[in-house]
């Protein structure tokens, strides 16, 4: 047990040393992006109307700060509807593309997946705004404080520090994902652990969306890392990372009053990531 141990450290560090040093350049680029369109792409989404689920869609897969939290706090004024709400909340993978861009992933990997999100997200949006209709009354100003920087994001002055915090937050994930896996493969190997979730295709999406709706980085970044890894399919991970939308839930919860209307919208998104994924895996 020790020497598996041993060789799973050795293998961590040597997999995970240059992923870091590229994770951080990758969210130095991200920060200094968001600082500076960051205001004006949630102005866009505010003022897309019956487009707003094709606008979400394609900006929700932008990796900003709380995005999605700033789309439930517009969703609870009533500024956006509904369909756009889920749009975004289906298009965003909180920390996937960052993850997959410092591994780093090929453009005809990350691609495919970015698209499949957006088209997604967008098909389901339009599908639920023409089923509920516009939701709700427009308002003049939103007296709704951002919830992002408090509850997620805390994002200090300079695109540098908050670059390094990103980092050290999700590194340390990744570190850990990386030994519990080397670790596992040393103990059972890896043919065996990629067979036991690749041959579940029912199982492995309802587990993986159950993964994705929990309200921290972690999920993203071990459905991510087991994908790359090979462990998880193309459908069990799109399910994990469709119902996967960051602090957008949370701050949901926090900024609309209707509780019950809550958790019917963390149920439809969890189930259309569950739907989504198994016809992937009984496709592919």
Request: hydrophobic share 50%.
């Amino acid at each position: 047990m020790l020497h598996a141990m041993e060789h799973a450290l050795l293998h961590t560090v040597e997999e995970s040393v240059t992923l870091i040093l590229f994770l951080f350049l990758t969210y130095l680029l991200m920060e200094y992006l968001e600082h500076r369109s960051g205001d004006r792409v949630k102005e866009i989404v505010r003022k897309s109307g019956r487009l707003g689920p094709l606008v979400g869609g394609i900006l929700g897969v932008v990796p900003q700060c709380g995005f999605s939290a700033a789309a439930s706090n517009l969703y609870a004024g009533r500024v956006i509807t509904l369909g756009t709400l889920m749009a975004i909340y289906l298009s965003t993978s909180d920390e996937m593309l960052p993850v997959m861009l410092a591994s780093p992933a090929s453009v005809g990997l990350i691609l495919p997946i970015l698209i499949t999100k957006v088209v997604i997200g967008t098909a389901f949006g339009f599908l639920i705004d023409l089923w509920y209709g516009r939701h709700g009354r427009k308002v003049e100003e939103l007296h709704i404080h951002e919830m992002c920087e408090h509850e997620h994001c805390k994002c200090e002055k300079g695109i540098v520090r908050s670059a390094v915090r990103h980092t050290v937050q999700v590194g340390v994930f990744i570190l850990l994902i990386a030994f519990a896996l080397n670790l596992v493969m040393e103990i059972i190997g890896e043919d065996a652990l990629s067979g036991a979730l690749l041959n579940h295709p029912i199982a492995g999406p309802l587990a993986a969306g159950a993964v994705g709706l929990i309200p921290n980085c972690a999920a993203s970044v071990i459905i991510t890392q087991l994908y790359l890894e090979g462990i998880l399919g193309t459908g069990t991970m799109l399910a994990g990372l469709l119902s996967c939308s960051g602090m957008g839930l949370v701050v949901l919860f926090r900024v609309n009053e209707n509780r019950r209307e809550n958790l019917k919208i963390a149920g439809l998104l969890y189930l259309l990531g569950v739907a989504v994924g198994i016809v992937v895996e009984l496709i592919l």
